[in-house]
Antibody, heavy 119, light 110 residues
């Protein structure tokens, strides 16, 4: 079964840091770009970052550049998001998602992990 | 930056009725990179349509997508109880590099 399972969310103070993880299974992880997409409470979806198959390139939405870092460990079939200098507006459910270029869409999603930033 | 606008914000319909959801882009987008997702409360989004008109694996044929350029449509031919959800359109653009979602259309039970 193709599956993505996120972990690492929690309650953190403004300015704090967290490392989100996503464990992939059921597909050849090294064949795919991977992404993080977030959703603030009661709001819509926002793409955050994505990373190439071999980790050689990564891209970010402007609002997180310099604060968030996406990475992957292909030996462990895992995706990560290091989130630093957190702000109240970063409060959201963070989804790990597979981006499949052959269909031009996020075709597999995890269940999400909640990050709450509190002052 | 391409902005996606979805209308209506909320669509109140009864089971069995036809739903027509609109997604309009501020600039022309490639149909190859226009997708639609369904999200139910407390769940992750699910890919419905990719390439503007192709159904993803396992998606019933009552869901269909169409459109090109700046105007795209998701149609649900006959609403089933499980179709009441929020629907998002999404596009990829390379200049600047971005993956943009629309604000969503909520389809609720009338």
């Amino acid at each position: 079964e193709v599956q993505l399972v996120e972990s690492g969310g929690g309650l953190v103070q403004t300015g704090g840091s967290l490392r989100l993880s996503c464990a992939a299974s059921g597909f050849t992880f090294t064949n795919y770009w991977m992404s993080w997409v977030r959703q603030a409470p009661g709001k819509g979806l926002e793409w955050v970052a994505n990373i190439k198959q071999d980790g050689s390139g990564s891209y970010y939405v402007d609002s997180v550049k310099g604060r968030f870092t996406i990475s992957r460990d292909n030996a462990k079939n895992s995706l990560y998001l290091q989130v630093n200098s957190l702000r109240a507006e970063d409060t959201a459910v963070y989804y790990c998602a597979r981006y499949q270029w052959s269909v031009g869409a996020f075709d597999i999603w995890g269940q999400g992990t909640m990050v709450t930033v509190s002052s | 930056e391409i902005v996606l606008t979805q209308s209506p914000g909320t669509l109140s319909l009864s089971p069995g009725e036809r739903a027509t959801l609109s997604c309009r882009a501020s600039q022309s987008v490639s149909s190859s990179y226009l997708a639609w997702y369904q999200q139910k409360p407390g769940q992750a989004p699910r890919l419905l349509i990719y390439g503007a008109s192709s159904r993803a694996t396992g998606i019933p044929d009552r869901f269909s997508g169409s459109g090109s350029g700046t105007d795209f449509t998701l149609t649900i031919s006959r609403l089933e109880p499980e179709d009441f959800a929020v629907y998002y359109c999404q596009q990829y653009g390379s200049s600047p590099w971005e993956f943009t979602f629309g604000p969503g259309t909520k389809v609720d039970i009338k």
